[in-house]
T-cell receptor
Framework: DTEVTQTPKHLVMGMTNKKSLKCEQHMGHRAMYWYKQKAKKPPELMFV???????INESVPSRFSPECPNSSLLNLHLHALQPEDSALYLC?????????????FGPGTRLTVL | EDQVTQSPEALRLQEGESSSLNCSYTVSGLRGLFWYRQDPGKGPEFLFT?????EEKEKERLKATLTKKESFLHITAPKPEDSATYLCAVEGDSNYQLIWGAGTKLIIKP
């Protein structure tokens, strides 16, 4: 099973709201990722967690706050977002310590910031 | 600088008309080259991972090949359901960080 699940599928929020995106995988992967994808562009890496510790933060604004509560779950907390943050947010997972390991993506959360 | 270039940007084919998509790359220390399919509004769906020049992989109507400079995704006798954007990405010396191409939008007309 190579399934990564994400909730919610769609989210509309105002600029003063606080919301969270959730991601789950049961493949035993210990690396998990958050990506942002704008229309007609490839995914853009935001964060990487390895063994539940943040290992890469691609200079993402602090209004995005990742959390990895355990090896299967990954959250992205959102606060005071801007309209330009509207995008498809993708979660992915892969094996750790395996160079060239395949990243498996979830279906994404379509975020609209009003 | 690590770079991935996909061509063409868009490709329109008649059903059954075979063709190839190209992914040219420049990367220090190739660890893997990945092909994904993406439908509008959905996450990328994994297709293939290639690790070394000369490697080939097949799945249904798709075949991926790899040389030291480029990869091809060959599609044989495509069907309308093969319509999607095909993304190529490489992993070099920077662990976990994929370098992405801009994608090829494939449209198969019945």
């Amino acid at each position: 099973d190579t399934e990564v699940t994400q909730t919610p599928k769609h989210l509309v929020m105002g600029m003063t709201n606080k919301k969270s995106l959730k991601c789950e995988q049961h493949m035993g992967h210990r690396a998990m990722y958050w990506y942002k994808q704008k229309a007609k562009k490839p995914p853009e890496l935001m964060f990487v967690y390895s063994y539940e510790k943040l290992s890469i933060n691609e200079s993402v604004p602090s209004r995005f706050s990742p959390e990895c509560p355990n090896s299967s779950l990954l959250n992205l907390h959102l606060h005071a977002l801007q309209p330009e943050d509207s995008a498809l947010y993708l979660c992915a997972s892969s094996e750790v310590g395996h160079p060239g390991g395949t990243q498996y993506f979830g279906p994404g959360t379509r975020l609209t910031v009003l | 600088e690590d770079q991935v270039t996909q061509s063409p940007e868009a490709l329109r084919l008649q059903e059954g008309e075979s063709s190839s998509l190209n992914c040219s790359y420049t990367v220090s220390g190739l660890r893997g080259l990945f092909w994904y399919r993406q439908d509008p509004g959905k996450g990328p769906e994994f297709l293939f991972t290639l690790y070394s020049a000369g490697e080939e992989k097949e799945k249904e109507r798709l075949k991926a090949t790899l040389t030291k400079k480029e990869s091809f995704l060959h599609i044989t006798a495509p069907k309308p359901e093969d319509s999607a954007t095909y993304l190529c990405a490489v992993e070099g010396d920077s662990n976990y960080q994929l370098i992405w191409g801009a994608g090829t939008k494939l449209i198969i007309k019945p």
